[in-house]
């Protein structure tokens, strides 16, 4: 039993350890405009801009978000479109706990993080901004995201 326990506790360090490790890939930092110092939008799949950032938290170009008026779908399609430009790791303020699980099941890493898009990448980068979690999301899974937002969906 004392050995089972300690396998699971080595597990659980060398698994939180991996959370801050060191950013490969470029981020995407969704954003309400097209500046470095833009504050990070709290809708993500939804907001107007992406800010793509290389691995070491360089500034690289703005795009239009071509998800934004998908309501209901964009974060759902959302894992694909950042796969397509390169993208391992998504800033936002929040998310809904499904799209964690499918974006981290696409390869790419959900990050919590308020404040501008520069600060954000830069943090992700150096491995000082924390995963979103399933378990910490505000809202638990798609449909209660959408019921929150009303009628017209996300």
Known sequence: MKKVISVLLVALFLASGLSFAEQKGKICV??????????????AALAPYFLIFDAKGNFIEAIDNPLKDQKGKAGKLLGGFLTEKGVTAVVGKD????IVGILKNQGITPYNFEGSAAEAAAGVAQGKVEEATKEKATVPNHKAAQDKAGKGGM
Do not use: F, I, M, R
């Not at 969704?30 to 809708?43: H, I, M």
């Not at 998310?95 to 499904?98: L, M």
């Open 30 to 43: 969704a954003t309400k405009e097209k500046s470095p110092e833009a504050a990070v939008s709290d809708l």
């Open 95 to 98: 998310y809904c706990g499904d």
